[in-house]
């Protein structure tokens, strides 16, 4: 903003007054003129993170959505296979049929990059603390979420690993196997239980627009 003296004489109080008004007004306006334009960012900053998040929110409550329905799945074979334990450690080979007829777990992704990157820009700080707060509550879900998951795939991997490379279980074998498939079975629950969470948090996210 530039400030302009005077181009002729000052030669009176008066004349002095009306450049004194004069650069008032001017300096007035293009303070208003720079807080109107830094308004429109603003508003178009909140905008645009707005509709990154629920683009994103949209595109995880359906993949979700989909996950949810394959660890309940899950979660009755698991059930299934823990309540006939007692005749299936008699019977080794259909103990390790059992597993290997478990449905695989689902390979979804669950993003949170709208939050990194509006934190970057630092839209966040224009909206109310409740909406923040609402977009916080998902990036952190999507986190724990996805470490969960990531150990459930973990633990899948060993006691599918471990059931196939051995055909024939001895007695301590089956123990193994046994503490493997019990492992899954509560990574698979706790999932499923931050994953109503997650689906809970998504829902408020995306009805308050």
């Known amino acids: 903003m530039d400030i302009h003296t005077p181009e002729?004489?000052?030669?009176?109080?008066?004349?002095f007054a009306i450049h004194i008004v004069i650069v008032t007004i001017g300096i007035l306006i293009a303070l208003g003129l720079e807080g109107?334009?830094?308004?429109?960012?603003?508003?178009?900053?909140?905008?645009?993170?707005?509709?990154?998040?629920?683009?994103?929110f949209k595109i995880n409550r359906n993949n979700l959505n989909e996950e949810l329905k394959n660890d309940k799945e899950i979660i009755g074979q698991l059930d299934s296979i823990v309540a006939a334990l007692p005749k299936l450690r008699s019977n080794p080979s259909q103990l390790s049929h059992?597993?290997?007829?478990?449905?695989?777990?689902?390979?979804?992704?669950?993003?949170n990059s709208s939050w990194e990157s509006e934190v970057?820009?630092?839209a966040l700080s224009h909206m109310s603390v409740e909406e923040v707060n609402r977009y916080s509550e998902v990036n952190f879900?999507?986190?724990?979420?996805?470490?969960r998951e990531n150990q459930a795939f973990l633990d899948w991997?060993?006691?599918?690993?471990?059931?196939?490379?051995?055909?024939?279980?001895?007695?301590?074998?089956i123990n193994s196997c046994?503490?493997?498939?019990?492992?899954?079975?509560?990574?698979?629950?706790?999932?499923?239980?931050?994953?109503?969470?997650?689906?809970?948090?998504?829902?408020?996210?995306?009805?308050h627009r």
């Not at 059992?98 to 993003?111: C, E, G, K, Q, V």
């Not at 879900?141 to 470490?147: C, D, G, K, W």
């Not at 046994?178 to 829902?203: T, W």
Request: net charge negative; proline share 3%.
């Open 8 to 15: 002729g004489p000052t030669n009176s109080f008066k004349d």
């Open 36 to 56: 109107a334009r830094e308004k429109m960012y603003e508003h178009q900053a909140i905008r645009n993170a707005r509709e990154n998040f629920q683009a994103e």
């Open 98 to 111: 059992r597993i290997a007829d478990l449905t695989n777990p689902s390979a979804y992704f669950f993003s």
């Open 120 to 122: 970057s820009t630092g």
């Open 141 to 147: 879900l999507v986190r724990a979420y996805t470490s």
């Open 157 to 173: 991997g060993q006691m599918e690993a471990f059931s196939v490379a051995h055909q024939n279980l001895t007695p301590a074998e």
């Open 178 to 207: 046994v503490q493997k498939l019990v492992i899954y079975r509560i990574d698979v629950k706790v999932l499923s239980h931050i994953g109503e969470e997650f689906s809970r948090s998504l829902n408020n996210a995306l009805e």
